[in-house]
């Protein structure tokens, strides 16, 4: 397919390259042009603007958040006034359910089609073709991006026609992962408080019931101490905990985890962690159970 | 090694099958006489009191809570009067830290040694040898009892010396399942409300990121609505973390998802739940979200 | 003084009768003009257009919500279009801190200047200038304005010169006053639920050390189970606690039992009570508890 | 009346004062006897033991917790062995509801009554005769005892027949001034990172909607980062809210703020404030939004 990218941050970069790779065409725009560059290597034809990008039948963005891509989409030049009617935009972004469910009405008024298409995944799985694909949106459109979907890992979950749907999943998966991280501080400082030893006890969970890499790769963080550089940074992980809570409220579900969480990340950043992995909570519980930081 | 074995559930039961089977001597006891005698087939000695399955160098005890170990243990006749100086009291039950701590004091005093080992698994994983064990206690006494650890199951987890730094493990392992369970509970009420198949939703997590076993056995029961019969009644679930908050605060480990529970099993109590399995919060998490009861 | 007065509910009418009985003359303008006419037997002038009641010194808005107040101050022929150079706004309203930033910002851009002064009290107190009145906003302004606030009330509390602080401790009351209705609400269900008579032991409470008028009225409306009318509404409690959650979290200040609260405020949505008084969570706490609904 | 009385902590001794003041005769033990010879001054006998304590028709005990109300009552020459038939045990310590139905159970089978009283106010109220007293029981027994709460103060509430329900009000009371302490730090941490000063905020809120003394008192502790003297210590207050939680869960009665309570207290246990005032709640809710403590 020919296609345009806009948004070239770590992943969108490492997504490019899988779909040049599988022999789609893309044409890349980035804010700093440098990026977009740096992939005619690849194969990529670079925009100068917005505009450019939204010259195929479809448009990737993979930008930071919702003001992010409202910036990338309003306005003259913008998505919304440059796509052709027909047009696909696919928001690969983690963003609000709203802002799914108004691009949806506004590309929809335009004559043109939205899908959000979330992606799970480090920049890593992205160069590599590895994510898992949340998609949700018109059939008809959410069918003729398939192949792109596909370029970009094998697990691809198609939720429905409604696009917001895709950020629910979305959301919803980081919601769990932030609550396993949140347990494991819980439970890690516990048992460092009780003198076990918090190697060890997450080495006996990662081999019985807590199998799931998540446990492990965060555990580990946590039982180091080592939160730096940040693989996904705390006001990221304040960020989704505040978009699942605004989803949730608005489809008025308490979620009495994602409420610890919401404050467990705020108490991080007031103690000077903005910087720091989001894994830092562990440290963040083991201060409020009077323990000394691990040395690492 | 020569043993007894107090506490003849569908646990003790399981455990007794697999140390028989293992060459072991088991002298059986149960308050309920023929639950002991259906144990001759398969090797067993049947004892006809407590002290009776107290003769060896080692008894196990495996019964429902603290009041029952306590009752099981004090007293005349009972297994702190009834061992030899020396022998081992190797408590498999999911107790209190602070019963541990004082059964080892207790034993102490009478020249014999206390070993904390609950384990993880079900009643057939019992049978099947294929618990967890977590094992905290005197070094010598853990070396010594080594052979019926393994002839429980292939993973042996040996904390420390104080036996109840086994039920920091224990209790936290729980408590990281009902963390699954509540998560998932939240998550999937927020995705039915949303408007997302959470069946499919399911079926996608457990199939990316969240791979553990216990997602999806506990994922499948709530989206199914199945919480009878109960595998884990949900006034257990309610004792655990019970257990978890004690032993935490005595600790001085503030744990707000542990407090999320507790409030959680609670109202779950209050809604005439008792005699589900602890899943059910999955339907309370629906219910507080306004949704109508999954069919089943 | 001269002032316009924009938004005419029930408060903003008290306040405007209070202001003319104290002998400002008062330009007023509702959307549903009616209400306006209706102000005229109290002396006041009708404006047929928001821009209409910005041509004094100052101009008063009361209106629902940040949504209303933006509506009213953007755009052509609103108040910031409309005021004049060294023209006061002075905003009512309970709205989110962050609103109050951006409005002093593009007041001030605009040669004008914004004052934040929420109020508390309901609109018996309002027609009867006994509300409290919260002001921040630039020292000459403020003092400018006093003579309307003491026509409004007998308390006048001036915060500081950023006029969002006026919102920080608008909210800051209603979360207290959200507080006292959650505590009570489990309070009260913990008594019925052990057999305690309810209304006796808020007579007990409220005659000892719970004095304050709040902790009678809304313990009596719990006790009582009455809920409609509704005095203040669900809907504008869970906004008040969703508005300090915002503000807190931008400070990076925790707030744990305002994350309680909205967890309830959701809760007490899902299960329809969105025309209900914001009190109506005493009977959901009370349902948590397997309580039946109080009759009254 | 004739009576004797157990315990004379600070508590004790000014019940004792006021008893005496009101013509009844008191016989008073303590365990250092010194503060029972203190007492003679005051009309006082001074009791050798807990038995000599035991020989009027009633017998008081203020005491610490439950451990220590459980030693003085249990065992050789303790009160339930030591009171004769038909005569009352009335109880003033806050203790948990399950041993208030545990000891009438166990007066009532030696054929002697059982009467909760548990009180509200300081030292100096104590001594004032101006205690709230909360009375449940036998009617007949809180009959013939009448004259004693009278002496005790003028506020009598009587709250039926089953000797636990004096707890739960007790407990509630302690609850809601708990929540008082923790609704005000949260506040007052929101306000000073907000830039508005707490002690003007709370000035405001306590003489328009939060008027009652409680507000006030603590209000002005944190303010103030006045901590020590401990009028009423950390640990006390965690042991509270533990009861509240613990005689909750039993009635199946969820309170998310007295859970959110609990991780407070706890949080502040493990930061090392157990000799600190309770209040000092309000310095770990600082701590948690980054604030340094406030000089005083």
């Given at each position: 397919?020919e296609?345009?990218?806009?948004?070239?941050?770590k992943?969108?970069?490492?997504?490019a390259?899988?779909?040049?790779?599988?022999?789609?065409?893309?044409?890349?725009?980035?804010?700093?042009r440098?990026?977009a560059?740096a992939l005619r290597a690849?194969?990529?034809t670079?925009?100068?603007s917005v505009a450019?990008?939204?010259?195929?039948e479809?448009v990737l963005t993979?930008?930071?958040d919702?003001?992010?891509?409202?910036?990338v989409v309003a306005?003259?030049?913008?998505?919304?006034g440059?796509l052709?009617r027909g047009g696909i935009?696919?928001?690969l972004s983690?963003?609000?359910?709203?802002?799914s469910?108004r691009l949806?009405?506004e590309?929809s008024?335009?004559g043109?089609?939205?899908?959000?298409?979330p992606v799970?995944?480090?920049p890593e799985?992205?160069e590599?073709?590895?994510l898992?694909?949340?998609v949700a949106?018109?059939?008809t459109?959410?069918?003729?991006?398939k192949?792109l979907f596909e370029a970009?890992?094998?697990?691809?979950f198609?939720?429905?026609?409604?696009?917001?749907?895709?950020?629910?999943?979305?959301?919803?998966?980081?919601?769990?992962?932030a609550?396993v991280?949140e347990s494991?501080?819980?439970?890690?400082a516990?048992?460092r408080?009780?003198g076990?030893?918090p190697?060890?006890?997450?080495e006996?969970l990662?081999?019985?019931?807590f199998?799931?890499?998540v446990y492990k790769?965060?555990?580990?963080?946590?039982v180091?101490?080592?939160h730096?550089p940040?693989?996904?940074?705390?006001?990221?992980?304040l960020k989704?905990?505040?978009?699942?809570l605004?989803?949730?409220?608005a489809?008025?579900v308490?979620?009495?985890i994602a409420s610890?969480l919401?404050d467990?990340?705020?108490t991080a950043?007031?103690?000077?962690?903005?910087d720091?992995?989001?894994?830092?909570i562990?440290r963040?519980?083991?201060?409020?159970a009077g323990?000394?930081?691990?040395k690492?």
């Open positions: 397919m296609v345009g990218l806009i948004g070239l941050g992943m969108g970069t490492g997504i390259k899988s779909l040049l790779r599988a022999g789609h065409r893309v044409t890349a725009f980035n804010r700093t440098a990026r560059e690849d194969g990529a670079v925009a100068g450019e990008a939204c010259r195929d479809a993979m930008v930071a919702d003001a992010a891509l409202e910036a306005g003259e030049g913008g998505v919304l440059s052709r935009h696919v928001s983690t963003t609000s359910t709203a802002l469910d949806a009405a590309h008024k335009a043109q089609e939205f899908v959000a298409a799970f995944g480090r799985a992205a590599a073709a590895k898992a694909v949340v949106g018109p059939a459109s959410v069918q003729r991006c192949p970009m890992g094998p697990k691809l198609v939720v429905g026609e409604r696009s917001s749907m895709a950020n629910v999943v979305k959301l919803s998966g980081n919601f769990l992962i609550t991280l494991l501080a819980e439970t890690l516990f048992a408080k009780s076990v030893d190697g060890l006890l997450l006996f990662t081999t019985t019931m199998t799931a890499p790769t965060y555990g580990e963080l946590i180091q101490g080592k730096e940040a693989g996904f940074a705390l006001p990221l992980g989704d905990v505040r978009l699942v605004q989803a949730a409220e489809a008025s308490p979620m009495p610890v919401r467990r990340f705020v950043m007031a103690r000077g962690n903005q720091k992995d989001w894994s830092v562990g963040v519980a083991a201060e409020d323990l000394p930081p691990v690492n």
